[in-house]
T-cell receptor, first 111, second 115 residues
Framework: DAKTTQPNSMESNEEEPVHLPCNHS???????IHWYRQLPSQGPEYVIH???SNVNNRMASLAIAEDRKSSTLILHRATLRDAAVYYC????????????FGTGTRLKVLA | ETGVTQSPTHLIKTRGQQVTLRCSSQ?????VSWYQQALGQGPQFIFQ???????GRGNFPPRFSGLQFPNYSSELNVNALELDDSALYLC??????????????FGPGTRLTVL
């Protein structure tokens, strides 16, 4: 199975941009990259996803490397409510579907 | 619009027993996925159902089985419970085309404790 690797934790100051990296060097051509975040005592919440091109939505941006072996989730202005565990996930679609979660990055936002 | 709901909230079982967990999908969602999340770990994908058929499975043994009903609600069954099955079980539903999912909506989970 393909695998994702993320830093265990990161810190950011409030209202500053945050770049959360993810390595997925064994990704295959049909694997999608998804990001979810999880607040304490809650189920994960969708953030963004992409395949090859960079993606933007109201929550964040996803920058995907040209070789697709890594990606970066960008929060443009971190707020205290963005403090959560962020998961980088590969969705494999060749054959049957399978979601492969990384270990997650705990983001701490400092006021 | 009602979100994804799961029942029960908490459950205590003993080793060797069987358990059934239930999930009601968000209205209009035809795909449901189940995850196991051990304490301090990320979710692990168990399986996904699309229109009542399993179309994806993670690395879980056959004693983990599931069903999706015509109204797209779902059950997760675990037989011969082991201590390591103690975890938070999360259900997620999504509106998808041919099983390809964009955004999943997660329920609050069922906390299973196996003694």
């Amino acid at each position: 199975d393909a695998k994702t690797t993320q830093p265990n934790s990161m810190e950011s100051n409030e209202e500053e941009p945050v770049h959360l990296p993810c390595n997925h060097s064994t990704i295959s051509g049909t694997d999608y990259i998804h990001w979810y975040r999880q607040l304490p005592s809650q189920g994960p919440e969708y953030v963004i996803h992409g395949l090859t091109s960079n993606v933007n939505n109201r929550m964040a941006s996803l920058a995907i490397a040209e070789d697709r072996k890594s990606s970066t989730l960008i929060l443009h202005r971190a707020t205290l409510r963005d403090a959560a565990v962020y998961y980088c996930i590969l969705l494999t679609t060749s054959g049957t579907y399978k979601y492969i979660f990384g270990t997650g990055t705990r983001l701490k936002v400092l006021a | 619009e009602t979100g994804v709901t799961q029942s029960p909230t908490h459950l205590i079982k003993t080793r060797g027993q069987q358990v059934t967990l239930r999930c009601s999908s968000q209205s209009g969602h035809n795909t449901v996925s189940w995850y196991q999340q051990a304490l301090g770990q990320g979710p692990q994908f168990i399986f996904q159902y699309y229109r009542e058929e399993e179309n994806g499975r993670g690395n879980f043994p056959p004693r983990f089985s599931g069903l999706q009903f015509p109204n797209y609600s779902s059950e997760l069954n675990v037989n011969a419970l082991e201590l390591d099955d103690s975890a938070l079980y999360l259900c997620a539903s999504s509106p998808s085309f041919r099983g390809l999912v964009n955004e999943q909506f997660f329920g609050p989970g069922t906390r299973l404790t196996v003694l």
